[in-house]
């Protein structure tokens, strides 16, 4: 299997639908017009293909940022106004938002933004026998938001957001120990003045641009369907898998929440349960040194399939690849692995670069994600990894 030419071929169709639709926030007209495009070519190959619509609420996952810095901005008055109770319950309602929207991933505030439509794609070529099992390889097609704090100044990422919440929080305990006395109550709107340089700053995290998001994550749903072409072609030309059918799958919305994972999940549950279902996810595969697979996922709150993450790094290691295998760093996010794994999918995710706080691809969700951050190498081992895992498991 020529893998090598496999990659090219992915780098160069991740190009032209880049040059074609250019970034693709999640819901907008070029996003479609890219998840169609990518339709119209699995039909191309595939035994079927198919695509559905679902309902994205824009700006709603990154939008409790800003609404803390509203709330911590009211806080603070309220603190001087020495009403503390009023300053606390204002505060704790952020971070009951913080921890539903985003720890957990849930559509808390998603009502309170404007209502797009977006779209996943996916097709499925079949064995020759009986399903078995079936295995979903995938990426997501939507771009990023450009997150400012990784442009500027970005060595202070962590301490701009870890140290922004964990001021929001010391502030909301304060304002509650503030109802003991007025002296607590004076040194608490002291303290969160001081704050407020950091936390206030918090406004101004993301951009209203959106990245070209090449190794986020166009490339990985380009993988996913140069994949399935060559299990299409390896069944026309008479080797075609005993027991698995193949999906390749193009999320949308992963940038909002994960939004197209979890409504994908919601509308083909019964699909997914119908056989043992893997998922070999894709997201952000820059750099081969830096790769990995998931055993959880969204804020370590969603455990992943440990077996499946380890089937996939002893592939790895038997085509001399190190990888690791390892849980999701907390406050770093989530992959679409995890709303499907809530559904009952053996899921994992193949990530390849740094991924914490306090590291990250120097292009990650900056306007520099090109196909020319992505190395050639990580994208032909995750080809590598995947037909080893398929075939193996074909075989079982």
């Known amino acids: 299997m020529n893998f090598n030419k496999m990659t090219d071929s992915v780098f160069q169709s991740t190009q032209k639908l880049i040059d074609t639709f250019g970034p693709r926030e999640a819901g907008s007209e070029s996003c479609q017009n890219c998840a169609d495009e990518i339709l119209g070519e699995l039909k191309g190959f595939a035994d079927s293909a198919e695509k559905q619509s679902f309902n994205v609420h824009t700006g709603a996952f990154l939008g409790w940022i800003r609404m803390l810095v509203v709330f911590y901005a009211i806080a603070i008055a309220l603190l001087w106004l020495r009403l503390p109770l009023f300053a606390g319950a204002i505060l704790l309602l952020g971070i009951i938002i913080l921890v539903f929207q985003f720890f957990l991933y849930r559509h808390f505030i998603d009502f309170l933004f404007p209502k797009k439509t977006g779209r996943n794609v996916w097709a499925a070529v079949e064995p020759s026998g009986e399903v078995k099992r079936q295995i979903i390889i995938s990426g997501h097609h939507d771009s990023a938001r450009v997150f400012n704090f990784f442009i500027h100044q970005p060595k202070l990422y962590a301490l701009r957001v870890t140290g922004g ?85 193009s999320f949308d919305g992963e940038e909002e929440g994960l939004r197209g994972a979890h409504a994908f999940a919601k509308e083909n549950e019964d699909m997914l349960r119908s056989v043992p279902t893997y998922l070999y996810n894709i997201d952000c595969p820059y750099y081969l040194k830096d790769m990995f697979f998931l055993t959880s996922d969204i804020n370590t709150s969603v455990k992943l399939s440990e077996d499946f993450a380890t089937k996939c790094g002893e592939s790895a290691e038997k085509l001399g690849y190190k990888v690791q295998v390892k849980p999701i760093a907390f406050l770093t996010g989530g992959t ?49 990894i995947f037909f080893d895992v398929v075939k193996g498991m074909d075989e079982e």
């Open 165 to 249: 919440i964990g001021i929001f929080v010391f502030v909301c305990v304060a304002s509650f120990a503030s109802l003991i006395s007025p002296v607590i109550n004076t040194i608490t709107a002291v303290l969160a003045s001081i704050g407020a340089v950091i936390v206030l700053q918090l406004w101004f995290f993301y951009s209203r641009h959106s990245t070209p998001g090449a190794g986020d994550n166009l490339i990985a749903s380009m993988m996913a369907v140069e994949a399935l072409r060559r299990i299409s072609e390896e069944k026309k030309s008479g080797s075609p898998l005993k027991h698995t059918r193949v999906i390749a799958l």
């Open 336 to 384: 679409d692995a995890g709303e499907m794994a809530k559904r009952g999918v053996h899921a994992t995710t193949m990530m390849a670069m740094p991924w914490d706080n306090t590291e990250r691809a120097s292009v990650y969700h900056t306007m520099n994600d090109t196909c020319d951050a992505v190395e050639k190498a990580a994208v032909k081992a995750g080809l590598e």
